[in-house]
């Protein structure tokens, strides 16, 4: 067993350098180039104030990434407890997902993105306390925190892009690629700090959390002085309102075959990563001797790789979207099985390594689905109902992977049974994909035309 334990620590580190040094090549050697006309000194200006804090606030988040399920079990919570306070962080993000832009237009954006900042920055500080009823409130505060934060730091933007600046709409694509690449970047950094102060300085699992709080509040305190304040449109929200557009997004999903498919699977593929990020600690986490950050880091790496290939493919070589988010669901249908093949067979030497491929290899999907799954939605659903539309879909997404949780995840573990859980729903994603790349009109369907879009 110490062989193994040794093998598995040395090999997490190793993984982390060999997967860095090739998303690096593959960066300098695929990367698509960016609009080149996006060099205005005022919008370079703009973005300097934007990126630097957006990227900032991420920090904050993705410090909570590594050790948020060793954290409870460092409290002594058995494993059907610790899945209660991560369904009840899903539950309170999806309840507020309907309202989120409302409150932001209504009360200000720049005071709605500082406020959620505090909040966030309440539920890291929440985890300092060994209570069960404080841990499972900052959760909520979390989810709820989560949701409403970073759509509003979107929208923000996009309100000083068009209204304040009038810059080209062609150059908000610029910026979000900068954050999407950036945000993975960070993500690796923080994964790496978060072994810092919990493991090499004995710290525990909760320093990242206790860090993650002045990086708040250095940046709220650098929001309130460099932004602006700005509201979306007066809406006067009733019951009835929204109702009726709930029931007109409802009418186009019976009504709108693409529109159907592309939300099922979203709810599936998006249910299965609710799991995964749930799951990958106690799979792997066997004997708590393997430094998460470092495997978080090592994710992190894998889904900016899968981004940058993603984008190569689409946007020089040419393949369909629709026929490679086939291939991705189904291949990742095919890591899931192996992966319960791996965390059934414990006594085989070295599982848990091969399980840490499988989850890495998830994760390259991962960067795969994003930039196309926000291609194709913008594609399919209409602009007026996409958020309602999009509402609907949460529920069964929320559903499935809260069901998962608390019906496999028991004090024997129930590991094996959530991997063939998330094989047998991103099976379903792969037979609606290919069902989706049929239907979809193959006007619509290319992506070179359009490769700005894909990495935005």
């Given at each position: 067993q110490f062989c193994e334990l040794l093998t598995m620590l040395v090999v997490t580190y190793i993984s982390l350098f060999l997967l860095s040094v090739l998303c690096i090549a593959a960066y300098l050697k695929l990367r698509i180039s960016k609009?080149?006309?996006a060099r205005n000194p005022t919008f370079l200006t703009f973005q300097r104030t934007y990126i630097p804090l957006y990227l900032l606030v991420v920090l904050g988040d993705w410090l909570q990434g590594p050790y948020l399920y060793r954290l409870y079990h460092y409290y002594d919570f058995v494993e059907t407890q610790v899945a209660i306070i991560y369904v009840c962080g899903m539950i309170s993000s999806a309840l507020f997902f309907p309202a989120k832009d409302f409150i932001a237009d209504k009360f200000g954006r720049k005071k709605t993105i500082v406020l959620f900042c505090v909040l966030y920055s309440l539920s890291c500080f929440a985890t300092v306390f060994a209570n069960y009823g404080v841990l499972l409130i900052g959760r909520c505060i979390a989810g709820l925190a989560n949701t409403i934060l970073f759509s509003t730091l979107e929208t923000w933007y996009v309100h000083e892009h068009h209204e304040t600046y009038d810059f080209p709409k062609e150059w908000v694509s610029v910026t979000f690629s900068h954050i999407a690449f950036g945000s993975s970047i960070v993500a690796v950094v923080a994964?790496?700090?978060?072994?810092?102060f919990a493991r090499w300085l004995s710290l525990g699992p909760m320093s990242p959390f206790v860090v993650a709080v002045p990086i708040f509040a250095i940046a709220i305190s650098l929001i309130l002085w460099l932004w602006k304040e700005n509201f979306g449109e007066a809406k006067q929200v009733s019951g009835k309102l929204v109702k009726k557009s709930c029931g007109?997004?409802?009418?186009?999903?019976?009504?709108n075959v693409d529109v159907f498919l592309i939300g099922i699977i979203q709810s599936l593929f998006e249910s299965v990563l609710f799991v995964f990020v749930f799951i990958w600690t106690p799979a792997l986490d066997v004997f708590h001797d393997i430094p998460l950050g470092i495997a978080f880091a090592s994710f992190m790496v894998c889904h900016m790789l899968g981004s940058i290939v993603c984008d190569y493919l689409i946007a020089k070589v040419g393949y369909s979207m629709t026929r490679l988010l086939v291939v991705i669901s189904g291949s990742g249908a095919a890591v899931f099985f192996v992966a319960a093949y791996f965390a059934m067979s414990k006594q085989a030497t070295f599982y848990r390594l091969k399980i840490l491929v499988?989850?890495?290899?998830?994760?390259?999907l991962?960067?795969?689905?994003?930039?196309?799954?926000r291609v194709l939605r913008e594609k399919v659903l209409p602009d007026e109902h996409r958020l309602s539309i999009i509402n609907w879909f949460r529920v069964p997404l929320t559903l499935a992977s809260s069901m998962a949780l608390l019906c496999f995840h028991d004090t024997s573990g129930g590991i094996p049974e959530i991997f063939v859980f998330c094989g047998i729903m991103m099976s379903l994603a792969f037979f609606?994909?290919?069902r989706f790349a049929k239907t979809l009109n193959s006007g619509d369907d290319e992506a070179g035309n359009e490769p700005d879009a894909v990495s935005s």
């Amino acid at each position: 067993q110490f062989c193994e334990l040794l093998t598995m620590l040395v090999v997490t580190y190793i993984s982390l350098f060999l997967l860095s040094v090739l998303c690096i090549a593959a960066y300098l050697k695929l990367r698509i180039s960016k609009d080149d006309t996006a060099r205005n000194p005022t919008f370079l200006t703009f973005q300097r104030t934007y990126i630097p804090l957006y990227l900032l606030v991420v920090l904050g988040d993705w410090l909570q990434g590594p050790y948020l399920y060793r954290l409870y079990h460092y409290y002594d919570f058995v494993e059907t407890q610790v899945a209660i306070i991560y369904v009840c962080g899903m539950i309170s993000s999806a309840l507020f997902f309907p309202a989120k832009d409302f409150i932001a237009d209504k009360f200000g954006r720049k005071k709605t993105i500082v406020l959620f900042c505090v909040l966030y920055s309440l539920s890291c500080f929440a985890t300092v306390f060994a209570n069960y009823g404080v841990l499972l409130i900052g959760r909520c505060i979390a989810g709820l925190a989560n949701t409403i934060l970073f759509s509003t730091l979107e929208t923000w933007y996009v309100h000083e892009h068009h209204e304040t600046y009038d810059f080209p709409k062609e150059w908000v694509s610029v910026t979000f690629s900068h954050i999407a690449f950036g945000s993975s970047i960070v993500a690796v950094v923080a994964g790496v700090l978060a072994d810092i102060f919990a493991r090499w300085l004995s710290l525990g699992p909760m320093s990242p959390f206790v860090v993650a709080v002045p990086i708040f509040a250095i940046a709220i305190s650098l929001i309130l002085w460099l932004w602006k304040e700005n509201f979306g449109e007066a809406k006067q929200v009733s019951g009835k309102l929204v109702k009726k557009s709930c029931g007109e997004g409802l009418k186009i999903i019976g009504q709108n075959v693409d529109v159907f498919l592309i939300g099922i699977i979203q709810s599936l593929f998006e249910s299965v990563l609710f799991v995964f990020v749930f799951i990958w600690t106690p799979a792997l986490d066997v004997f708590h001797d393997i430094p998460l950050g470092i495997a978080f880091a090592s994710f992190m790496v894998c889904h900016m790789l899968g981004s940058i290939v993603c984008d190569y493919l689409i946007a020089k070589v040419g393949y369909s979207m629709t026929r490679l988010l086939v291939v991705i669901s189904g291949s990742g249908a095919a890591v899931f099985f192996v992966a319960a093949y791996f965390a059934m067979s414990k006594q085989a030497t070295f599982y848990r390594l091969k399980i840490l491929v499988c989850l890495q290899l998830f994760e390259l999907l991962c960067g795969f689905y994003f930039p196309i799954m926000r291609v194709l939605r913008e594609k399919v659903l209409p602009d007026e109902h996409r958020l309602s539309i999009i509402n609907w879909f949460r529920v069964p997404l929320t559903l499935a992977s809260s069901m998962a949780l608390l019906c496999f995840h028991d004090t024997s573990g129930g590991i094996p049974e959530i991997f063939v859980f998330c094989g047998i729903m991103m099976s379903l994603a792969f037979f609606c994909s290919f069902r989706f790349a049929k239907t979809l009109n193959s006007g619509d369907d290319e992506a070179g035309n359009e490769p700005d879009a894909v990495s935005s």
